[in-house]
């Protein structure tokens, strides 16, 4: 065992770990692993430990498009723009009006046994290749507030 700390994940999740100690360091990814990690003091080695649990999720809302291959009944996956995010589950009956648009999908939850995370739709885009469907999009994915000014703001 090591030390437990919490630690903000690049994509914004803030984890619990338990790093592991000096004897169990991993070889980095490339390196040669033929000889000792910890042989010489380094070498290609670095500090290690394993997620224990997720203090906070930061998802949001996620440009998608529909997979209409992967249905399974009323099931799909919707494929994110941002190709770091997996895919998610999302139940519809709306798939038809669905094909060839950009939606947004927002996560639920993400169970352990599942390879995906499951969903539901919010709300559609446009038409993929639309110019003011695919700048939305664009806006949404970089977290950028891109609902109407109020009448108040208007109105300065």
Known sequence: GGD???????????VQTDRFDGAQVV????????EPAMRGGGGGARPSGVVVGIVRRAWRPYACVLDPDSAMGSQYLAE????R???INLTTRQAEMLRGKLILVSVDLWDAGHRFPTGHYVRTLGAVGDKEAESEAIL????VNCAPFSPQVQAC
Not at 4 to 14: F, N, T, V
Not at 140 to 143: A, C, D, K, Q, V
């Open 140 to 143: 949404i994915e970089h977290e």
């Open 27 to 34: 070889p980095e990814m490339g390196a040669d692993t033929a």
């Open 80 to 83: 994110p723009l941002d190709t």
């Open 85 to 87: 995010i997996p895919k």
């Open 4 to 14: 437990q700390e919490e630690e903000e994940e690049d994509d914004d999740d803030l």
